[in-house]
């Protein structure tokens, strides 16, 4: 559990709210925490509270206040996100994301806990995010990925073959319970504390047998927990994210271009174009709430383009052809 001591007590009860009534992850909360704590920041040097060689960091926001969040006004939000775009130099995503931290924030105040009744964030524009395709790993990069961890490590090549199979988050995949493998399904729980349960294809299951042939079984913390690290407890993200790293270098792809969650992407990408799954079926694999969430993996490349015009019923008609026949 992170520790969210040097927040003050209504962003606590906030983080709290979004726990325990709105079900949102530990991930998700610390989002917000990170998210919210700039906004305090910018706005003790907005209301002139530190001196100007005070490091951006080193702001504390324990005595930010509801009188001070309550004097906030919608002008004040709109300096905080050209801060956060010129200054800080945050993405059109990563400043859309604060936004609706923002929102979500001060609905809570105005609506939850009545502190106040003006909700400056209520008429706040979220920035326009422009559409790029999700980076992923094609199918021959795929397999030598596999490939270099295949002969090496049991539970490293099981991690990743989870991981390009079925499109799993990180968070999924380090909190996977051996209780969890049922034959050929596997329950995991994603966002929102959701559950949902996913098929194992035969290479899942042929991995996941030879890692728990050679899983460690003496003094081990977590006994449920698949994946254990070499402390024998249940392995973490960072953990994981070393692993692909080292294969993703092993295998000679560039480490900087592709990440643990391009793996997510690869395998929805995968299943898409050469398994021609469904969209609203890969919804419910990825484990979407939005169907528009699943639509960026179903991206096309230029040969699926060309092989689409191919198709057209007027592919083989021209004016020579026509006048030939008469």
Same mark, same amino acid.
């Given at each position: 559990?992170?520790?969210?001591?040097?927040?003050?007590?209504?962003? !606590?009860?906030?983080?709290?709210?979004?726990?325990?009534?709105? *079900?949102?992850?530990?991930?998700?909360? @610390?989002?917000?925490?990170?998210?919210?704590?700039?906004?305090?920041?910018?706005?003790?040097?907005?209301?002139?509270?530190?001196?100007?060689?005070?490091?951006?960091?080193?702001?504390?926001? /324990?005595?930010?206040?509801?009188?001070?969040?309550?004097?906030?006004?919608?002008?004040?939000?709109? &300096?905080?996100?050209?801060?956060?775009?010129?200054?800080?130099?945050?993405?059109?995503?990563?400043?859309?994301?604060?936004?609706?931290?923002?929102?979500?924030?001060?609905?809570?105040?105005?609506?939850?806990?009545?502190?106040?009744?003006?909700?400056?964030? @209520?008429?706040?524009?979220?920035?326009?995010? *422009?559409?790029?395709?999700?980076?992923?790993?094609?199918? /021959?990069?795929?397999?030598?990925?596999?490939?270099?961890?295949?002969?090496?490590?049991?539970? /490293?090549?099981?991690?990743?073959?989870?991981?390009?199979?079925?499109?799993? !988050?990180?968070?999924?995949?380090?909190?996977?319970?051996?209780?969890?493998?049922?034959?050929?399904?596997?329950?995991?729980?994603?966002?929102?504390?959701?559950?949902?349960?996913?098929?194992?294809?035969?290479?899942?299951?042929?991995?996941?047998?030879?890692?728990?042939?050679?899983?460690?079984?003496?003094?081990?913390?977590?006994?449920?927990?698949?994946?254990?690290?070499?402390?024998?407890?249940?392995?973490?993200?960072?953990?994981?994210?070393?692993?692909?790293?080292?294969?993703? *270098?092993?295998?000679?792809?560039?480490?900087?271009?592709?990440?643990?969650?391009?793996?997510?992407?690869?395998?929805?990408?995968?299943?898409?174009?050469?398994?021609?799954?469904?969209? !609203?079926?890969?919804?419910?694999?990825?484990?979407?709430?939005?169907?528009?969430?699943? &639509?960026?993996?179903?991206?096309? /490349?230029?040969?699926?383009?060309?092989?689409?015009?191919?198709?057209?019923?007027?592919?083989?008609?021209?004016?020579?052809?026509?006048?030939?026949? !008469?």
């Amino acid at each position: 559990m992170y520790d969210y001591s040097s927040a003050p007590l209504v962003l !606590r009860e906030f983080l709290s709210y979004m726990d325990t009534i709105k *079900g949102k992850s530990q991930n998700t909360a @610390k989002e917000y925490f990170y998210d919210l704590r700039t906004f305090f920041r910018f706005l003790k040097i907005h209301n002139g509270l530190v001196s100007k060689d005070t490091e951006f960091e080193d702001i504390t926001i /324990d005595d930010v206040t509801v009188k001070m969040l309550s004097e906030v006004t919608l002008s004040d939000l709109y &300096e905080y996100m050209a801060y956060t775009n010129r200054i800080r130099k945050n993405t059109s995503s990563s400043r859309a994301r604060k936004v609706s931290s923002l929102k979500s924030f001060y609905k809570f105040l105005t609506t939850k806990k009545n502190y106040f009744e003006n909700n400056p964030a @209520k008429e706040l524009e979220t920035p326009k995010i *422009g559409k790029s395709l999700p980076r992923h790993l094609d199918l /021959d990069s795929s397999m030598l990925l596999l490939s270099s961890a295949q002969d090496i490590n049991k539970r /490293d090549y099981c991690i990743l073959t989870l991981l390009l199979n079925c499109g799993l !988050r990180l968070s999924e995949l380090i909190g996977i319970n051996i209780s969890d493998i049922k034959e050929s399904t596997l329950t995991v729980t994603g966002k929102g504390n959701k559950e949902r349960t996913i098929y194992l294809n035969n290479a899942c299951k042929a991995a996941i047998t030879a890692y728990l042939e050679v899983r460690p079984k003496d003094r081990v913390k977590d006994r449920d927990a698949l994946f254990l690290n070499k402390n024998k407890q249940r392995i973490g993200a960072r953990g994981v994210q070393l692993i692909v790293k080292k294969y993703l *270098g092993l295998a000679g792809l560039d480490t900087k271009k592709y990440s643990t969650h391009k793996l997510r992407h690869t395998a929805a990408t995968l299943m898409y174009k050469h398994g021609n799954v469904d969209i !609203r079926v890969l919804q419910e694999i990825l484990g979407h709430e939005n169907l528009s969430t699943t &639509e960026i993996y179903t991206h096309t /490349d230029s040969s699926q383009l060309r092989e689409a015009v191919n198709k057209n019923p007027l592919a083989d008609i021209s004016i020579n052809s026509k006048k030939k026949e !008469r």
